[in-house]
């Protein structure tokens, strides 16, 4: 069983080195590798040159149009029977190939993922963001690598495709932001079959700070409401929570006015996200991040929500983006 592995990347040469250099490392070398320059100022194509003795390797240079695009012009230069889609930020066990490969071979699937994880050499924020972007306190663990859901939607950081059922469907939409839901979304509407991967994890830099990872998950709660129009039916409780906890929290600092007790509901769940956070990265200096982290994510999710809800739904706007200029930011 061989595969192509498409990256899409902007401005970000040192973090392609560093996955092309874990590809090279792969146990399973039935792959080749298609590199998508979106439009970048910093490009990488002499880090691709650099690997082209240790990998079999396409470098496509094309304006900037965003990921799912990108990936679209990736996938038509590539020319094995399975897609694997990862994101520049991702570092890649050795044994990733060999994991999906042995798992297709026992169940016929079209699409699969696998969830992400941090190294111990990344930094505390990136640590404390993997944290807030996989715990049950905060998503629900709905990204944490466990089907807690009625169907699994691979993400594009990490997802793999029949190049058959990627040409069905078109490939990635023109949405900037949600692509890869919308994606996993037609994939299941047009009868594909999607399957979890626990074993084929990823290492997942994600942003490096707080500003850049709130414009990531504001941007992430907007795309929630796209996604509901354009699939009804997609949207489900666990999404409106984090709206919901901005609507609670804010309740509660207004009474905390008159009420100081009620401050002890927020302290309370700062301190549950301490305490797990702590615990699951061996860290308290992580423990003390991933509060920062919890609340940038809820809040962003939540007020990107709600502010697409009421102009999309509410007044009946068009689809719109915020950030869109940055989007790589």
């Not at 990736?74 to 190939?97: H, R, T």
């Not at 509410?314 to 989007?327: M, Q, W």
């Amino acid at each position: 069983m061989d595969f192509s592995i498409v990256i899409p990347v902007y401005n970000r040469p040192a973090e392609v080195s560093e996955l092309l250099e874990s590809l090279a490392a792969q146990t399973n070398s039935r792959f080749e590798v298609v590199v998508v320059e979106d439009g970048s100022v910093e490009k990488s194509d002499a880090v691709v040159d650099g690997y082209r003795n240790k990998l079999e390797i396409k470098y496509i240079d094309k304006q900037n149009s965003g990921p799912g695009l990108s990936r679209n012009a990736g996938a038509a230069q590539a020319k094995n029977e399975y897609l694997i889609f990862f994101d520049s930020d991702c570092i890649i066990p050795p044994d990733y190939i060999r994991q999906v490969s042995d798992f297709l071979e026992k169940n016929n699937v079209d699409a699969f993922g696998g969830p992400d994880a941090a190294l111990p050499s990344f930094s505390t924020v990136q640590k404390a963001i993997n944290y807030s972007m996989t715990s049950f306190f905060t998503t629900g663990g709905i990204r944490g690598g466990k089907k807690s859901m009625d169907k699994f939607h691979p993400r594009s950081f990490n997802l793999g495709v029949s190049k058959q059922a990627f040409d069905a469907i078109g490939g990635y939409g023109k949405m900037r932001f949600g692509e890869d839901i919308d994606f996993s979304l037609r994939l299941l509407e047009n009868g594909f079959s999607t399957a979890l991967i626990p074993s084929a994890f990823v290492y997942h830099k994600r942003r490096g700070d707080f500003k850049k990872f709130f414009k990531q998950v504001y941007n992430s709660g907007i795309a929630r409401i796209n996604l509901h129009l354009a699939h009804p039916g997609s949207l489900k409780l666990v999404h409106l929570l984090p709206s919901a906890f901005v609507g609670a929290m804010i309740l509660v600092f207004a009474l905390s006015v008159f009420y100081p007790v009620f401050l002890f509901i927020p302290l309370f769940y700062s301190l549950l996200i301490f305490v797990d956070a702590t615990f699951i990265n061996q860290s308290a200096k992580v423990g003390l991040y991933g509060i920062a982290a919890a609340w940038t994510q809820l809040f962003g999710y939540g007020t990107g929500f709600i502010a697409a809800a009421w102009k999309r739904i509410v007044l009946g706007k068009p689809e719109y983006k915020a950030f869109e200029k940055k989007f790589y930011d």
